[in-house]
């Protein structure tokens, strides 16, 4: 009877059907335990990083303090001759404004586009500058830009006249928040000469607060020299803004 019980017993152990079945049974089951853990804490990782992300980006909102008007004018796939072949880059040319008379412009190139867009965008935050603006719509008064082969002409115009501006020259003044103006450019097509020359215009802008501060004199002393009356010229003086 003993032999038999052991002979019973071995008979399950010995098996070539009984061994394989137990040993893959604990251990799919406790490699799919391991790897849906590592699973879960994988997806815990990535999702802990994208939550990071977004705190960043919430961050670099809040220390702006602004909406900034960003105007891509120009993008440019550029080349490298290197051992073995070429390699591509991208150059792209970003103008950035704030819509209250603050402007600037900045390339930046890279492999890919959106990086060579940051890079623009970031240096073109940078570079901005403060332009006087008649009422907030138009110029104080005409000017006249010149960079390299380019040269530009911008007038004031009255309430109603819109952006008479094409190419990289709307972009500027769409985002530099000029509603009503003249341009003309003559000589290149260039738009990076385009826009320093615009740029180059607005630099010479003042006003006639600046102006009269600058002589020692009030606002509505220069505007009488045009030949207007005390009362018309105080009022002008009061509704002139930076």
């Given at each position: 009877m003993a032999d038999e019980n052991t002979i019973e017993v071995a008979a399950p152990v010995d098996g070539a059907d009984a061994a394989p079945t137990e040993g893959r049974g604990p251990g799919r089951g406790a490699r799919?335990?391991?790897?849906?853990?590592?699973?879960n804490r994988g997806g815990g990782d990535r999702g802990g990083r994208g939550r990071r992300d977004d705190r960043r980006g919430g961050n670099r909102d809040e220390d702006q303090g602004e909406e900034l008007i960003e105007k891509l004018v120009h993008i440019n796939r550029v080349s490298k001759t290197v051992k073995g072949g070429k390699r591509f880059g991208f150059a792209a040319l970003v103008v950035v404004g704030d819509g209250k008379g603050r402007a600037g412009f900045g390339h930046g190139k890279a492999?890919?586009?959106p990086e060579a867009i940051s890079k623009a965008?970031?240096?073109?935050?940078?570079?901005?500058?403060?332009?006087?603006?008649?009422?907030g719509r138009t110029l104080h008064h005409d000017g006249l830009g010149h960079f390299?082969?380019?040269?530009?002409?911008?007038?004031?115009?009255?309430?109603?006249?819109?952006i008479i501006a094409g190419g990289p020259m709307r972009a500027v003044?769409?985002?530099?928040?000029?509603?009503?103006?003249?341009?003309?450019?003559?000589?290149?097509?260039?738009?990076?000469?385009?826009?320093?020359?615009?740029f180059a215009a607005l630099g010479e802008q003042t006003s006639p607060k600046s102006v009269a501060q600058r002589r020692?004199?009030?606002?509505?002393?220069?505007?009488?020299?045009?030949?207007?009356?005390?009362?018309?010229a105080a009022a002008d003086a009061e509704a002139i803004a930076e």
């Open positions: 799919g335990n391991r790897g849906g853990g590592d699973r492999r890919e586009v965008t970031a240096a073109a935050k940078k570079a901005m500058v403060r332009v006087p603006l008649k009422e390299g082969a380019g040269k530009v002409t911008v007038r004031s115009a009255p309430a109603g006249t819109g003044f769409e985002s530099l928040g000029v509603a009503d103006v003249v341009t003309k450019s003559n000589g290149t097509s260039n738009p990076y000469n385009m826009i320093r020359a615009t020692g004199k009030k606002v509505a002393d220069l505007l009488r020299r045009g030949g207007a009356s005390v009362e018309l």
